[in-house]
């Protein structure tokens, strides 16, 4: 461990050339690693990774987003990285994962904060502004479904179960772990590259990665979102979002159809829908300017 409590071998910002502060942070039922920067007076961001990231996939806003003031957390998600992994499936449900995120705004002594959101991060994201609205300034989510959006999908829409069969393969106790572990998580890598535009991603980024999977314990829980969704299907309390909400769509995303963008804005009472149309599901990877200006306009209209 170092002086901080972050331990040693991590993936940490100094080691990437990322001007940020690692924390380990007391978020109620768990310790989260999160990376930190900007003014402390800066109106605070949270920034919320996917599968199968951890905080280092938001590296490119990260010191844009501090040197505009902005006070800018982000953590890596429970069962992710350096945060802490608890054992159980029911240990990722979504109130327990939103739970997080208010534990982490309280550890920080912020009454609220600008939530974006990637993937995973961003279903958490959509969760926390449906159920807790007075700790979100504004709700910035980047490909991923507003959760009613998305069931109504898999219902009724083939397109979408086809294009999400690797949930059903992560349901299977124990051996999505042993071929990755078995692979030196080769399957994980060719998806991330063949779902994205050439060059997103390159050997440094997939060493941080591996190095962040292989963590005791972290692929299992990983895995365990997808498990503990499957298992609890989950409605949120309210379908309406009433905080200012930035849908932000890269349209050649794999594995999410488009039409689930227009779909999720209808569940918002102020939107805003951004389609990129050569971006794909890595969107925040590819177009990092272009987001980040999207982002910060957003954020600007929480003023008005």
Not at 96 to 103: I, P, R, S, T, Y
Not at 218 to 237: D, E, Q, T
Request: aromatic fraction near 10%.
């Amino acid at each position: 461990m170092s002086p901080t409590g972050v331990p040693a071998d991590g993936v940490t910002p100094e080691k990437v050339g990322v001007d940020a502060e690692s924390r380990m942070l007391d978020a109620g039922d768990v310790t989260l690693h999160a990376v930190v920067a900007g003014p402390d007076d800066g109106a605070p961001v949270v920034l919320m990774h996917g599968f199968p990231e951890f905080w280092y996939g938001w590296k490119e806003q990260i010191e844009p987003l501090a040197n505009e003031g902005y006070r800018v957390v982000v953590p890596d998600l429970r069962g992710y990285h350096l945060s802490d992994k608890p054992d159980q499936v029911s240990a990722y449900a979504p109130d327990e994962l939103a739970g997080d995120v208010l534990g982490l705004l309280d550890a920080l002594e912020l009454e609220d904060a600008h939530v974006v959101g990637h993937d995973w991060g961003g279903f958490l994201a959509w969760w926390v502004g449906l159920h807790h609205p007075e700790r979100v300034r504004t709700l910035s989510v980047l490909n991923i479904p507003h959760p009613t959006a998305f069931r109504q999908a898999i219902y009724h829409d083939w397109e979408q179960r086809l294009k999400s069969w690797y949930v059903l393969f992560f349901q299977l106790p124990r051996v999505p772990e042993a071929v990755a572990s078995a692979t030196n998580y080769r399957l994980l890598t060719q998806m991330m590259r063949r779902s994205s535009n050439p060059g997103t991603f390159n050997v440094a980024d997939f060493d941080c990665y591996r190095a962040a999977w292989r963590r005791p314990g972290a692929y299992r829980a990983m895995l365990n979102w997808y498990r503990a969704i499957a298992r609890a299907n989950p409605r949120p309390r309210t379908e309406r979002c009433e905080r200012p909400t930035l849908v932000l769509w890269g349209a050649q995303d794999d594995y999410l159809s488009r039409s689930l963008a227009l779909e999720s804005v209808q569940y918002c009472d102020t939107e805003h829908l951004v389609v990129l149309d050569d971006a794909t599901h890595w969107v925040h990877h590819e177009e990092p300017v272009r987001v980040r200006s999207q982002l910060t306009k957003h954020f600007e209209m929480e003023r008005f």
